[in-house]
């Protein structure tokens, strides 16, 4: 592409000529502000963030294998349709005892419209359960008894959403708001935008004496 039409597009004057000594400044002020406004977002997930996400699924099934997990907890991952243009990735963290599936047919809807929509499980969660005597028993075995364990859990997370390209969005629900706000001020990247959803940021129980 010349620098003249390259000019004439962002100016809309095809027949636009610049001396030369000013086309230079010219050109790199108009693509300064072309940036500006698209946010030179690359045009798409990426094969990095791909990987990093199918190794932290890879790892949940390896960590968890022997108990398992429900099948409504599997983290999952939410691409657009091929004909819709890639936007950016948005990360849903869902709520204290409840599974990915909690964003589904929302994270259906929002990937229609050209996101990625990661819905990862929280650590500890959707383990499968055992029923003893009419009985239903939660494995809560991985909970974390502190937020260490939930902070590395959003460093994961925030890793991969790092890699991605276009716009980055978190949401969360309840814990998951917790967790999306905490996501918000961690050094790996700075969202796009954040939805926090009723954000547990207290329990006024003895839960609280272990932290």
């Known amino acids: 592409v010349s620098t003249q039409s390259t000019w004439g597009h962002l100016t809309g004057k095809e027949n636009t000529t610049l001396p030369r000594h000013k086309m230079s400044g010219n050109l790199i002020t108009g693509l300064i502000l072309l940036c500006a406004i698209t946010s030179c977002y690359s045009a798409e997930f990426g094969d990095k963030a791909s990987d990093k996400w199918d190794h932290y699924v890879s790892s949940l099934m390896t960590k968890y294998g022997h108990i398992g997990i429900q099948t409504a ?5 939410f691409d657009p349709p091929a004909d819709q243009p890639y936007i950016g990735t948005v990360v849903m963290f869902h709520g204290f005892t409840a599974c990915p599936d909690q964003w589904t047919e929302l994270a259906q809807k929002v990937s229609t419209l050209g996101y990625v929509v990661l819905t990862p499980l929280s650590v500890g969660h959707g383990l499968n359960y055992t029923v003893k005597g ?7 075995d991985f909970m974390p008894d502190s937020h260490k364990g939930y902070e590395e859990f959003v460093h994961i997370i925030n890793d991969i959403a790092a890699s991605a390209g276009g716009e980055r969005v978190v949401v969360g629900l309840s814990l998951g708001g917790a967790l999306a706000a905490y996501a918000s001020v961690t050094p790996e990247l700075e969202y796009d935008r954040r939805i926090l959803m ?3 940021m207290h329990l006024n ?3 609280n004496e272990k932290n």
Request: positive net charge.
């Open 134 to 140: 009419g009985k239903t028993h939660d494995n809560i």
């Open 73 to 77: 907890c599997l983290p999952r991952k």
């Open 198 to 200: 009723s954000p547990l």
């Open 205 to 207: 129980s003895s839960l």
